[in-house]
């Protein structure tokens, strides 16, 4: 597997923590083993609600809703997005990057 494969599962796979979902594959990697995102699964909370963001509260960012990416690290966040100048970020190919680090005020 290769990251940027998408795992779509079999309809009743019969695991609640992967039926139904579709999966992005970020890292594959010997020594450190799979890594995916699951993609369908959104939440009720928004970015505002789990970080307190540099810009004001009427920042586009803070309204980007928040999905549950699956069972393992649930209080992590990680983030797909469209920038390749993010120090850090794993291409996953399409012109989509996984996380990277996010630089602030200096």
């Known amino acids: ?19 139904r979902s579709v999966v992005l594959v970020c890292r594959d990697a010997p020594d450190d083993g799979t ?4 993609l369908n699964r959104p939440t009720e909370l928004l970015l505002s609600d789990v970080l307190t963001l540099p810009l004001d509260s009427a920042s ?6 928040l999905f549950a990416g699956g069972p393992v690290e649930p209080d992590t966040l990680h983030y797909l997005h469209r ?22 005020p200096a």
Do not use: H, K, R
């Open 35 to 38: 890594f995916g995102l699951v």
């Open 1 to 19: 597997m290769t990251p940027g494969t998408l795992l779509i599962s079999q309809p009743f796979l019969g695991d609640p923590n992967f039926e």
């Open 60 to 65: 586009p960012a803070a309204a980007l809703p």
């Open 83 to 104: 920038c390749p100048a993010v120090p850090g970020a794993a291409a996953l190919g399409d012109g989509v990057y996984w996380g990277g680090a996010v630089c602030g």
